[in-house]
């Protein structure tokens, strides 16, 4: 398996446009959860699915970020309008659940840097 | 509030030196602590879990519970260890991890 795959890996926008950033988890996995990295606050929790649906947005940071994940091998984050504070490396996640419902690991994607300009 | 705590932002010490980054954790219950690093232009990867109890990359993590602590420790740095650390947190009623802030480890030759 390549992995959790994450696209772009780099995009660079202005302030007041649309961005949508891509993941695919791994197969097989059914939770998938989006992370937004940064200097100030490290690695934050925005949003997390299962069987794709959403669990827990509490991390969404405000009514202009939203994620969906149409079926179980895709997911976007899309953030409209952007901002420059949105600067940030977004990371996307999965993991499964093993024998009698144990929790796995999280595997991550290489992440999205964006840059809003 | 669940909370991992990371003091220190940067952590240098010299190649062959033991290295200790520390890890304090807010949970009223019995949580799952895991490190894991970030090595330059590479992805987040799990370095280690308490619950395994191992040694990877001579690195080991020991949970107390009584300080509320998972500190990493290695006995001899290699230059190949310089990376990001972070600490994080999973309770036992969600699968979301909690990040600390995270520790940027440079080892000098």
């Known amino acids: 398996d390549a992995g959790v795959i994450q696209s772009p890996r780099h995009e660079v926008t202005e302030m007041g446009q649309e961005v949508t950033l891509r993941c695919k988890p791994i197969?097989?996995?059914?939770?998938l959860f989006w992370y937004r990295q940064t200097m100030m606050r490290g690695l934050e929790l925005l949003i997390y699915?299962?069987?794709?649906?959403?669990?827990?947005d509490s991390g969404m940071p405000e009514d202009r970020f939203s994620a969906k994940m149409p079926n179980a091998s895709f997911s976007t984050l899309k953030i409209q309008p952007s901002e420059p504070r949105d600067s940030a490396v977004y990371f996307c996640a999965s993991s499964s659940r093993g024998a009698q419902g144990a929790k796995n690991i999280q595997y991550f994607g290489a992440g999205t840097r964006l840059s809003v300009l | 509030a669940q909370r991992v705590t990371q003091p220190e932002k940067l952590l240098s010490v010299f190649k062959g030196a033991p290295v200790e980054l520390k890890c304090n954790y807010s949970y009223s219950g019995s949580p799952e602590l895991f490190w894991y690093v970030q090595y330059s232009r590479q992805r987040l990867q799990l370095l280690l879990r308490h619950i395994s109890r191992e040694s990877i990359k001579g690195f080991t993590a020991d949970l107390n519970k009584g300080e509320t602590s998972f500190h990493l420790k290695k006995p001899f740095a290699q230059e190949e260890d310089s990376a990001m650390y972070y600490c994080a947190l999973r309770s036992y009623n969600t699968d979301k991890l909690i990040f600390g802030t995270g520790t940027r480890l440079q080892v000098f030759p």
């Open positions: 197969s097989g996995h059914d939770y």
């Open positions: 699915f299962n069987n794709n649906v959403p669990i827990d």
